[in-house]
Antibody, heavy 117, light 108 residues
Framework: EVQLVESGGGLVHPGGSLRLSCAASGFNFSRYNLNWVRQAPGKGLEWVSIMTFSSTTDYADSVRGRFTISRDNAKNSLFLQMTSLRAEDTAVYYC???????????WGQGTLVTVSS | EIVLTQSPATLSLSPGERATLSCRASQSVSSYLAWYQQKPGQAPRLLIYGASNRATGIPARFSGSGSGTDFTLTISSLEPEDFAVYYCQQRSNWPLITFGQGTRLEIK
């Protein structure tokens, strides 16, 4: 069974940092692209970042230069290092996989990040 | 950036009725259009990919159509569990993803 489990969310002050993790199981992790998607409270979905199976990365303009995505294929894990956090970064952060650019077919349950003083 | 506009914002229907949800792209996305369903407190679930292909395990009452800039998600006969928020998504300019703002399907 494919599973994606996010962790690392919490309350952080504006300007602070946080590292999210996503533990994967049930599929050949190294062959998939992995994405972060977020959802602010009561709002829609916003794609944040991707790390492809070949370790290419890209980011939404709203987080470029502040967030860094990485993965550890040996540990079947995806990470998102978030710095210079702002109130508008408050959201549930989901990790989701795709294969060869196809849509996001499996998602984790999400982890809540709250940026507030 | 390609913008996806969904309509209506809210759709009020009764179980057994037919639902038609629209997604319009600001420029052509070919057939790189997917639909997701999201229920409160849950992650989104992939329904349709490639504009018209049902994802694994998705009931036949869900269908997608369209290409280029105009797309439709149809639910032929609404079941109680279908009331949720629906998002369209495009990835024609790899690897960037954009989502529509969502359509809330509520019980009338």
């Amino acid at each position: 069974e494919v599973q994606l489990v996010e962790s690392g969310g919490g309350l952080v002050h504006p300007g602070g940092s946080l590292r999210l993790s996503c533990a994967a199981s049930g599929f050949n992790f190294s062959r998939y692209n992995l994405n972060w998607v977020r959802q602010a409270p009561g709002k829609g979905l916003e794609w944040v970042s991707i790390m492809t199976f070949s370790s290419t990365t890209d980011y939404a303009d709203s987080v470029r230069g502040r967030f860094t995505i990485s993965r550890d294929n040996a540990k079947n894990s995806l990470f998102l290092q978030m710095t210079s956090l702002r109130a508008e970064d408050t959201a549930v952060y989901y990790c989701a996989r795709d294969w060869a650019g196809r849509p996001l077919d499996y998602w984790g349950q999400g982890t809540l990040v709250t940026v507030s003083s | 950036e390609i913008v996806l506009t969904q309509s209506p914002a809210t759709l009020s229907l009764s179980p057994g009725e037919r639902a038609t949800l629209s997604c319009r792209a600001s420029q052509s996305v070919s057939s790189y259009l997917a639909w997701y369903q999201q229920k409160p407190g849950q992650a989104p679930r992939l329904l349709i990919y490639g504009a018209s292909n049902r994802a694994t395990g998705i009931p036949a009452r869900f269908s997608g159509s369209g290409s280029g800039t105009d797309f439709t998600l149809t639910i032929s006969s609404l079941e109680p569990e279908d009331f949720a928020v629906y998002y369209c998504q495009q990835r024609s300019n790899w690897p960037l993803i954009t989502f529509g703002q969502g359509t809330r399907l509520e019980i009338k």
